[in-house]
């Protein structure tokens, strides 16, 4: 068992729905990270959060909103996506930031928009 | 930025034949090297890391050594089972950037 955890295991949305997907994570990791990955691709970043602050945002679309609301949370909130957008979405922690730390992933959200 | 290359993209040994997965890097400032295991429907699940300054790490059936003169580094499975049967992925990273490898389709047969 992952201890990420990520809510829901899947959504199905149309092209004008507003969603969000959450990530919970309590080992006392100060940093989370959003991940994209598609079928048989491997895992891309979207977005780093260390210490509750947005690090690195890889010139994501605004359409993809993060937020962290406290140290065990993140969220990924979801208007306008495209049917490019569907795909398996990673969540990830780690004890810090900088070179050197393990992440820890969740077992994601499968996100398949109509 | 960092580019990573992973070799080969399938494999498929015989159950108790040894596998290896081969990667190489492209930035020098690159100091974390793990190795993620992802089976269907689930999230990369971390295997093995090794850090610069290390050349060698093994954690029973698993190794993986690292030739930071040739950015290269590999993930070797001995004595391999139905269980292993996954994707791989490598990964490099520097400071809280980290690149996956395209991945390895790993399949033991019984």
């Known amino acids: 068992d992952t201890e990420v955890t990520q809510t829901p295991k899947h959504l199905v949305m149309g092209m004008t729905n507003k969603k969000s997907l959450k990530c919970e994570q309590h080992m006392g990791h100060r940093a989370m990270y959003w991940y994209k990955q598609k079928a048989k691709k491997p895992p891309e970043l979207m977005f780093v959060y260390s210490y509750e602050k947005l690090s690195i945002n890889e010139s994501v679309p605004s359409r993809f909103s993060p937020e962290c609301p406290n140290s065990s949370l993140l969220n990924l909130h979801l208007h306008a996506l495209q049917p490019e957008d569907s795909a398996l979405y990673l969540c990830?922690?780690?004890?810090?930031?900088?070179?050197?730390?393990?992440?820890?992933f969740g077992d994601g959200t499968r996100l398949s928009i109509l | 930025g960092e580019n990573v290359e992973q070799h080969p993209s399938t494999l498929s040994v015989q159950e108790g034949d040894s596998a290896v997965i081969k990667c190489t890097y492209s930035d020098s400032a690159s100091n974390y090297f793990p190795w993620y295991k992802q089976e269907l429907g689930k999230g990369p699940q971390l295997i093995i890391d090794?850090?610069?300054?290390?050349g060698e790490k093994k954690d029973q059936r698993i190794a993986v050594t690292l030739n930071k003169t040739a950015k290269h580094f590999s993930l070797h499975i001995t004595e391999t089972q139905p269980e292993d049967s996954a994707v791989y992925f490598c990964a490099a990273s520097w400071n809280n950037d980290m690149r996956f490898g395209a991945g390895t389709r790993l399949t033991v047969k019984p």
């Open positions: 990830a922690s780690s004890q810090e930031t900088g070179g050197g730390q393990p992440q820890h």
């Open positions: 090794i850090r610069s300054n290390v």
